[in-house]
Antibody
Framework: EVQLVESGGGLVQPGRSLRLSCAASGFTFDDYAMHWVRQAPGKGLEWVSGISWNSGSIGYADSVKGRFTISRDNAKNSLYLQMNSLRAEDTALYYC???????????????WGQGTLVTVSS | QSVLTQPPSVSAAPGQKVTISCSGSSSNIGNNYVSWYQQLPGTAPKLLIYDNNKRPSGIPDRFSGSKSGTSATLGITGLQTGDEADYYCGTWDSSLSAGGVFGTGTKVTVL
């Protein structure tokens, strides 16, 4: 059974940093691309970032480009999201999601974690 | 802001059928596969349809997907109270700001 467990969320002041983690199990982690998708309270889904199986291909939404960094450690079956210069509009539930293919571009998430809440407020 | 437009809400009685539209452009739906997700209250999204019209194992055939040009449609037949949820379409956008995109979301209410 595919399991994705996010952690690292919390309350942070504007301008500060936070690092999210996602522990994956139940599948061969390095056979698939991964994504981060967020959902602001009461709002819809927003794709944040994707990373290919070997980290060779990485992409970001314009809203986070230059501030967020996605990475993965295949030896630890883990996905990360380093979030710098956080803004109030980054407040959301952040989901880790597994892709169905090796590369994330043009593909789709097929399994999602339960999310970790990030609140940016002074 | 979502680049894929969905109706905010649809409703029908149990046993009836609903359809949800998802409108995009040539840079997204027009040239990429569409997927659909169901988000029950307080839970994570769940994949319902991928590659426009394919169902993952375990998804009942009451759920169907189609695509024509720059629009896609999700159909739900034999509506059940357990189908009350938010539904999102998703695809890839191949424009300069390439990335994943989702629809605005549609709330399905079973009357």
């Amino acid at each position: 059974e595919v399991q994705l467990v996010e952690s690292g969320g919390g309350l942070v002041q504007p301008g500060r940093s936070l690092r999210l983690s996602c522990a994956a199990s139940g599948f061969t982690f390095d056979d698939y691309a991964m994504h981060w998708v967020r959902q602001a309270p009461g709002k819809g889904l927003e794709w944040v970032s994707g990373i290919s199986w070997n980290s060779g291909s990485i992409g970001y939404a314009d809203s986070v480009k230059g501030r967020f960094t996605i990475s993965r450690d295949n030896a630890k079956n883990s996905l990360y999201l380093q979030m710098n210069s956080l803004r109030a509009e980054d407040t959301a539930l952040y989901y880790c999601a597994k892709d169905s293919l090796l590369d994330y571009s043009g593909s789709y998430p097929d399994y999602w974690g339960q999310g970790t809440l990030v609140t940016v407020s002074s | 802001q979502s680049v894929l437009t969905q109706p905010p809400s649809v409703s029908a009685a149990p046993g009836q059928k609903v359809t949800i539209s998802c409108s995009g452009s040539s840079s997204n739906i027009g040239n990429n596969y569409v997927s659909w997700y169901q988000q029950l209250p307080g839970t994570a999204p769940k994949l319902l349809i991928y590659d426009n019209n394919k169902r993952p194992s375990g998804i009942p055939d009451r759920f169907s997907g189609s695509k024509s040009g720059t629009s896609a449609t999700l159909g739900i037949t034999g509506l059940q109270t357990g189908d009350e949820a938010d539904y999102y379409c998703g695809t890839w956008d191949s424009s300069l700001s390439a990335g994943g995109v989702f629809g605005t979301g549609t709330k399905v209410t079973v009357l």
